[in-house]
């Protein structure tokens, strides 16, 4: 078992969060889930993302902050994570090219930045489901259609929150994908919006991590693992400990915020990596189904014209709040 990095220089910040639950701009087409003592926010148009989780009156998830790849949990499709030199050539030999979004690379897909061009929300207020194109409107090439379906059950005691992703091919296709979830550093009062409590720390049991590519920073390699170390302690200024895909993650992953909530990831079978980033402001635990930068180093899936990829996440909590 390794811990992720503990950052002892942080403490809970009293000033009211600017960040509403709900930003203006995506109010008319946000869903609002609930159970007893919990509440959950999808917004469709902000490419089928979870917004907000709040569990007992604390939010546990960053909310919304201009940088679309940094808040809330987000799908990655039609890759996860980076693609090297925002580019990749397809099954019939065809190159394409995107536009760069992390120095001269290209992450986590095109979805995140999609808005949804249907829903369909069940009566019970404890169900939806989101739809959006992947082709060329959205920036993918391959045509292919994504699926973001979402069920809330349980209560702020123990309750439970299934994402599921699926993604279709409309024509053969590598693809990849997987969830990018941000977590808060420290949860928030949602009536106060200030923080409360002790830090968050992920704690899980990978087999290894890729290597980190000395000649393409950001990218890792997928024929190289070392055994994984524990994550140690952040200082001031020091960025994020681990910004690395991890491997052999059997047992669901937690992350504790102290007593107040227990958190635990179950990702479904076709996840094949755990990418941790976790700077001072966020905690990001993602599941993926292939590892980074998959159309190049391989470990992309491919799907005939029909099928799909199915990537589900249930995140599970207990909570004493």
């Known amino acids: 078992m390794i811990r992720s990095a503990r950052h002892p220089h942080l403490s809970p910040s009293s000033a009211p969060e600017a960040y509403p639950q709900i930003p203006d701009y ?15 926010t999808l917004l ?26 940094t808040w809330g949990i987000f799908p990655m499709a039609p890759w996860a994570g980076r693609m090297a030199n925002a580019s990749f050539t397809d099954l019939a030999g065809t190159a394409h090219r995107f536009p760069p979004t992390w120095g001269d690379h290209a992450f986590h897909g095109r979805l995140y930045q999609s808005s949804a061009n249907e829903q369909s929300v069940s009566g ?12 060329r409107a959205a920036g993918w090439p391959l045509n292919a259609r994504a699926e973001v379906a979402a069920e809330l059950s349980g209560n702020a005691t123990a309750g439970a929150l299934t994402i599921t992703l699926n993604i279709t091919a409309e024509v053969t296709q590598l693809v990849t994908a997987g969830w990018h979830p941000c977590f808060r550093r420290f949860l928030l009062d949602a009536t106060l919006r200030s923080e409360v409590g002790v830090e968050g720390v992920l704690s899980f049991a990978p ?3 890729l290597a980190r590519d000395t000649d393409m920073p950001g990218l890792h390699l997928v024929d190289a693992v070392h055994p994984a170390v524990d994550g140690g ?26 007593d107040d909530v227990t958190l635990t990831l179950q990702a479904g079978p076709a996840v094949t990596h755990w990418m941790v980033y976790d700077p001072d402001d966020a905690l990001c635990v993602e599941p993926q189904a ?10 992309a899936i491919k799907l005939q014209a029909g099928e799909r990829l199915v990537v589900p996440l249930t995140l599970a909590w207990t909570s004493k709040i």
């Open 290 to 299: 292939g590892p980074p930068d998959a159309f190049h180093r391989g470990g």
């Open 124 to 135: 019970d207020g404890r169900s939806a489901v989101m739809y959006a194109p992947l082709n």
């Open 207 to 209: 087999t290894g991590v």
């Open 233 to 258: 302690i952040a200082t001031p200024g020091s960025g994020a400990t681990w910004d690395d895909p991890f491997v052999g993650v059997a047992t669901p992953p937690q992350i504790t915020w102290g």
């Open 44 to 69: 469709p148009d902000a490419g089928l993302r979870v917004g907000s989780i709040v569990v007992g009156g604390r939010e546990l998830l960053v909310r919304e902050n201009g940088h679309p790849a």
């Open 26 to 40: 995506l109010q008319a087409t946000a869903i609002t889930l609930g159970v007893d003592g919990v509440s959950v």
